[in-house]
């Protein structure tokens, strides 16, 4: 088997992820980096969840993809194009949706602010892969593309070897510091570390709006896809899916009119389209994924057809079903410290002060497929250092949306700028401790807000 040294070995380039490894090679360090997916970039590209908006930021990585999509014509900045309403020609529901842009303004965003950047999936892979190549002098970069991590293997504290599952065999990768930006946490969950799934009891943390006690319940889930006017009625559902029973589907969608859809209009043509939901988010934990997978896009695939048969969507075909599921919310660590809902009100974790603080985020607690039980006004909040550091292993930094939050917490931190500023953290983390020789929880987090330019 091939044996790999490296500084600092990075798992899933999703959002956080492609941001780790390019500020750890900016700081100087030697990276391996790890993708199933054939590109960087993870929900916000093969997911399809081709938009974020520019809200409050520290500067970071997220402008300079913004503008150099922008220039290139690969993205534009506009507001949600067409919400569910009466009134559009997407309607499918009597229900006119709050618009996005509500939930921002709940937020005191600026309302120039309020718009969302829309964008070609493959033009951000291509963005985010020019970055992290411009941030390699010297070749040390090492990038395994359609590779799975599959385990790993500890020892006083301590991952001493990854294997990854690479299209040329298996790689054995021995790194000084991991950071685990898989989203799901596969990773720090073999390494022992405590993860937790679904809501939290009140009394966990103290939050309010939590319920009496701990549940399965998970921020719903969504397969996007793209459609594309052809002139063809969408031909129904392929003979692929013959095996999903779509009956409770379609009684669903009769009962409620349709799923709340949010349409975007793609810079070269076509729409991507955003159901609020596709499904339960704790369907994630009755099925294997690529199971779950099949049944999402079968119902997607019925959802177009349904709305044809409404009057809606003549014409119109789906045209890529994207490979990502979007799950917004799955496994999420337990770590140092646990942002909570009550620290999101208040700006700021307490007890560590705002000059923890490494990323800086803004939306509201949005919790799809429940009513929020949160406050729905408060400004933008910091997130610190301590919740992308595990407890239990030394040289580990988790940077995604499953890093050390409540569920209350994560429905508000999951946006990709968030992850981004997350990403580019322990990057700059990572790289400090090759350079040091410490590791991450020795860090001093004055001078890595330095190098990010925080303060
Ligand atoms: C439907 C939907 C709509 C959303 N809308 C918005 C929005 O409007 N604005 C916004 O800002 N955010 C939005 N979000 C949230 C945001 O897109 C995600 O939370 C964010 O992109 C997550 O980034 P991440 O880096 O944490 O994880 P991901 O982007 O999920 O990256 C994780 C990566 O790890 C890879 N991976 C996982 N396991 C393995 C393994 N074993 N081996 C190798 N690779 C692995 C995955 O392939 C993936 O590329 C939405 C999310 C969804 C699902």
Redesign the pocket.
Known sequence: MRILHTDILV?????????AVYRALQGGASVVG????AG??????????N???PGVSFEGMHREIARRLLERGDAFVGKTTEYVSAANRFATSDRSGDP?ETTLKRFGVHPDDMR?LHYEPDAMSAVLQELMEEADSGGRLTLFYN????SLDTQNRRIRTCV?DTPSGPVTVCPKQVID????L??ARMAGCTCVIGEDARETYGEEAAPDGATRFLNG??Q?FRITETGVDMPGVPEEYNDVDLTGWVEHMNRTMGPVS?FNVYPRGGIYV????TGEGDLYLQYDLPVLKHICEARAYRYVQWLAEKGYLRGWEITHMFP?????ESWRLVGRYVLTIEDIYNGFAPSLGTEHTVAIAD?PADT?GRGSRCKDTYPGYGIPYECLLPKEIDNLLV?????SFTHLAASST???????Q??EAAGTAAAMCIQDGYDPADVDVTALRKLRGIE
Not at 11 to 19: D, K, N
């Open positions: 798992l899933g380039l999703g959002s956080a992820g492609s941001a790890a993708e199933q997916m960087p970039g993870g929900t916000s590209t093969y997911g399809g969840v938009n974020w908006e996005y969302r590779t799975r991590f599959v990854l930006c898989t989203g799901d596969l990773p889930l969504t996007c949010c955003n159901m609020l939901p990502l599921l979007g799950l917004r939306h799809h940077a995604c949306r499953g890093s999951r946006l990709s700028r968030t992850m981004l997350l990403g």
